[in-house]
T-cell receptor, first 113, second 113 residues
Framework: GQQLNQSPQSMFIQEGEDVSMNCTSSSIFNTWLWYKQDPGEGPVLLIA?????ELTSNGRLTAQFGITRKDSFLNISASIPSDVGIYFCAGYAGGTSYGKLTFGQGTILTVHP | KAGVTQTPRYLIKTRGQQVTLSCSPISGHRSVSWYQQTPGQGLQFLFEYFSETQRNKGNFPGRFSGRQFSNSRSEMNVSTLELGDSALYLCASSLGGTNEKLFFGSGTQLSVL
């Protein structure tokens, strides 16, 4: 089946640093979504991207939909301790993929004060 | 506006038993999707319901089934439980169109002993 390769798998950074993570796919996606999950909770939607080349911000978060439609990246600027968690990329292959997102493996982010 | 509500939060069952999980979507959302999350396989799509009809299905055995009621609430059933069914089961709701943003509940943590 379709796979999303998300990297890096984990990151250990100092508070105030910027963070970058990305997802790549062997096939085209029509929509890219980025989620954050805290332990024992469900994923929380951060950003949604719908068009190739689209760049969208949500506070300190910025995400882009790659021009080839096979990749996306997420940047977090000036990280703070509450940014700790697991970040997932997810994509819709389109067509009749109702409700069916393909998820990356996740990036575990640790922020040291 | 209340978010997606899943009950119960935790369940412990033994092999061979069956289990029913419940999900109440965000008010106005008519689509409900179910996902299984495990450390090894990540987030995997189970199925999606819209207006009481299953529109999409993932690659899970027939022991996994679901249904949706006229008020958009959904239930998921797993029969003849196996140890490998231990996972966090997540429900997500959306308006129901293609490429819609999914909003997740906190999940039901199922442990099969």
């Amino acid at each position: 089946g379709q796979q999303l390769n998300q990297s890096p798998q984990s990151m250990f950074i100092q508070e105030g640093e910027d963070v970058s993570m990305n997802c790549t796919s062997s096939s085209i996606f029509n929509t890219w979504l980025w989620y954050k999950q805290d332990p024992g909770e469900g994923p929380v939607l951060l950003i949604a991207l719908y068009k190739a080349g689209e760049l969208t911000s949500n506070g300190r978060l910025t995400a882009q939909f790659g021009i080839t439609r096979k990749d996306s990246f997420l940047n977090i600027s000036a990280s703070i301790p509450s940014d700790v968690g697991i970040y997932f990329c997810a994509g819709y292959a389109g067509g009749t993929s109702y409700g069916k997102l393909t998820f990356g493996q996740g990036t575990i982010l640790t922020v040291h004060p | 506006k209340a978010g997606v509500t899943q009950t119960p939060r935790y369940l412990i069952k033994t092999r061979g038993q069956q289990v029913t999980l419940s999900c109440s979507p965000i008010s106005g959302h008519r689509s409900v999707s179910w996902y299984q999350q495990t450390p090894g396989q990540g987030l995997q799509f189970l199925f999606e319901y819209f207006s009481e009809t299953q529109r999409n299905k993932g690659n899970f055995p027939g022991r996994f089934s679901g249904r949706q009621f006229s008020n958009s609430r959904s239930e998921m059933n797993v029969s003849t439980l196996e140890l490998g069914d231990s996972a966090l089961y997540l429900c997500a709701s959306s308006l129901g169109g293609t490429n819609e943003k999914l909003f997740f509940g906190s999940g039901t943590q199922l442990s099969v002993l």
